[in-house]
C-alpha cells in the first residue's frame, strides 16, 4: 500500500510540476505579446507624428509661398483688374476704396480702416468657425454652423470705423469656411500654425474684394 501511496503521490507531484511550467510558459509568452504590442502602438505613435510634422511644415511652406507672391506685386498692390490683392497680415494701403460682395452689383465705401476691419472680420470668423467646428466636433455634436451664437452675433472684434451690417457680413463668411474646417478635420480653406488657424489668402481674396475708389 506505501508504495502505490508512493507511486501516486509522485506522480500527482509531477502533473503539478508540469502544470507550473505549462503556466509559467503561458505567463511568458503573455508578456512577450504585450511587449510586442506596445512597440507596434509606440511605432504607430511615431509615424503618426512624423505624418503631423510633415502637414505642418508643408502649411508654412504655402503660408510662406504665398507672402512671397504678394510681396511680388507691388507696393501699391494693385492687380490688372483694378482689385487689391488683400494681404491677410499687411495693413491696406492709406486711401478710399470700394468694398464689393460676390454676386451682387452694388458696393460699399470705405476708407483703408474700414477696409482693413473687413478683412479682420473675415480672418476672425474663420478663427472663431474652426474653434466652433472642432469643439462640436469633439462634444459628438450635430455640426452647424448656424446653430451658434457667435456666428448669428457676428460682431466679434467689430469697430464702429465700418457698417455693423458689412462687419457681420464678413465675418459669417470667414466662420461658415472656418467651422467646415474645424469640423470636418480639413484645411480647405486655412491652415494651422501651433494651435492656431489662419485663413488662406487666396480664400480671404475671394471672399473680400477691395477696389480702388
Do not use: C
Request: glycine share 12%; proline share 0%; hydrophobic share 25%.
Amino acid at each position: 500500500m506505501k508504495s502505490i501511496d508512493l507511486k501516486n503521490l509522485a506522480v500527482v507531484a509531477a502533473v503539478g510540476f508540469i502544470s507550473l511550467l505549462g503556466t509559467g510558459s503561458i505567463a511568458n509568452a503573455q508578456s512577450t505579446q504585450d511587449r510586442k504590442m506596445q512597440k507596434r502602438q509606440e511605432k504607430i505613435e511615431q509615424q503618426r507624428d512624423k505624418l503631423d510634422h510633415k502637414r505642418i511644415q508643408l502649411q508654412k511652406q504655402r503660408h510662406t509661398e504665398w507672402a512671397r507672391r504678394s510681396a511680388q506685386i507691388g507696393s501699391s498692390r494693385v492687380i490688372s483688374s483694378g482689385y487689391y490683392t488683400v494681404d491677410p497680415h499687411t495693413s491696406i494701403t492709406e486711401g478710399r476704396y470700394r468694398v464689393y460682395r460676390s454676386g451682387n452689383s452694388g458696393y460699399y465705401s470705405t476708407d483703408n480702416r474700414g477696409a482693413d476691419l473687413l478683412r479682420q472680420a473675415v480672418n476672425e470668423g474663420y478663427r472663431q468657425g474652426f474653434s466652433a467646428g472642432r469643439s462640436d466636433r469633439n462634444g459628438n455634436r450635430m455640426g452647424g454652423w448656424s446653430r451658434s451664437n457667435i456666428y448669428r452675433s457676428g460682431t466679434v472684434g467689430y469697430q464702429k470705423n465700418v457698417d455693423r451690417g458689412q462687419y457681420q457680413y464678413y465675418f459669417r463668411e470667414g466662420f461658415r469656411r472656418g467651422y467646415e474646417d474645424g469640423y470636418y478635420s480639413t484645411m480647405r480653406y486655412g491652415y494651422r500654425s501651433g494651435n492656431t488657424a489662419y485663413l488662406l489668402g487666396s480664400i480671404l481674396n475671394t471672399i473680400l474684394n477691395v477696389a480702388n475708389q
